[in-house]
Nanobody, 113 residues
């Protein structure tokens, strides 16, 4: 089983990025998928979740700016991040949760002018 995040990078405040989390080796449609982030010197923080049926949940700090979606045919979950702020800077991780929990390796997002 493998989860691979991609799409991170450097963006100016107010900009947008789209992260991808692509899975292999599991029946992806059974899994809920979460995005977490960890900023330097801080604990890992939950960002959002999408259930196997497609219902999303968001942390208050990102609601209205971030959108999570999934494409089970492509074994992928996406995180569209708009109106980015410097405080969104972190390594972003996805995990897939069903009978087991699997984590990706993370992708760096830096919001800076």
């Amino acid at each position: 089983v493998q989860l691979v995040e991609s799409g991170g990078g450097l963006v100016q405040p107010g900009g947008s990025l789209r992260l991808s989390c692509k899975a292999s080796g599991l029946t992806f449609s059974n899994y809920a998928v979460n995005w977490y982030r960890q900023a330097p010197g801080k604990e890992r923080e939950w960002v959002c979740k999408i259930y196997s049926g497609g219902q999303p949940n968001y942390a208050g700090s990102v609601e209205g700016r971030f959108t999570i979606s999934r494409d089970d045919a492509r074994n992928a979950v996406y995180l569209q991040m708009n109106s980015l702020k410097p405080e969104d800077t972190a390594v972003y991780y996805c995990n897939a949760v069903y009978a087991e929990i699997y984590w990706g390796q993370g992708t760096q997002v830096t919001v800076s002018s």
